[in-house]
Structures are given as C-alpha cells and as structure tokens.
Nanobody, 114 residues
Framework: VQLVESGGGLVQPGGSLRLACAASGFTFSSYAMTWYRQAPGKERELVARITSTGGYTNYADSVKGRFTISRDNAKNTVYLQMNSLKPEDTAVYYC????????WGQGTQVTVSS
C-alpha cells in the first residue's frame, strides 16, 4: 500500500489549494479515504472523509463550507479542495486508508501566512 500526497505549499490567507493523494497497492474503489492534519504542537485531527463511491462525505466543523473532499476512482486519487484558507489551517496534511492496520501517506505541508 502506498499513499503519496501532493499539492501543499505556501498561500496567503483567503487563498486556495488543492491537495491530491495518489493511492496504489490496494483496490482503491473499495475503501473510504480520509484526510487528516497535524499542526505543530497539536494532535493529528480528522479533516474530511469520503466513502468508497464518493456518495457520502463528512467534515470537521472547522473546515465545513470551505473544504471539499472528492475522489476519482479511475485515477486512484482522492482530493481535498481548500478555499478561504486561514492561518489556523497551517499543518501537515495526510491521507489515510482504513485498510488492515491503516496506512498513511508521508504528508504535505500547507502554510497559510501573509
């Protein structure tokens, strides 16, 4: 199982980023996928989750209305569209699949700063 995140970077407050997580080594279309984030000195927290078919999503209260999770099962990729970014969104963002013991990507850094 391999998960590779991309799309992070430095953005000004109010800006947007689109993260991607490319998956391999398992039947991607059979599993829900989740984005987490971890800010410095804080615990890792769930950001958004999407079911295997993409028919159901849920979000942390702190990102509702600003972030959108989606997936393309043909490309084995899950996305996180992040709009209206705030400094408190600064964190390393990880994707995870709940297969077996659970697998994590290496993370991608998102920094929101002027």
């Amino acid at each position: 199982v391999q998960l590779v995140e991309s799309g992070g970077g430095l953005v000004q407050p109010g800006g947007s980023l689109r993260l991607a997580c490319a998956a391999s080594g398992f039947t991607f279309s059979s599993y829900a996928m989740t984005w987490y984030r971890q800010a410095p000195g804080k615990e890792r927290e769930l950001v958004a989750r999407i079911t295997s078919t993409g028919g159901y999503t849920n979000y942390a209260d702190s990102v509702k209305g600003r972030f959108t999770i989606s997936r393309d099962n043909a490309k084995n990729t899950v996305y996180l569209q992040m709009n209206s970014l705030k400094p408190e969104d600064t964190a390393v963002y990880y994707c995870r699949v709940g297969l077996g013991p659970g697998y994590w990507g290496q993370g991608t850094q998102v920094t929101v700063s002027s």
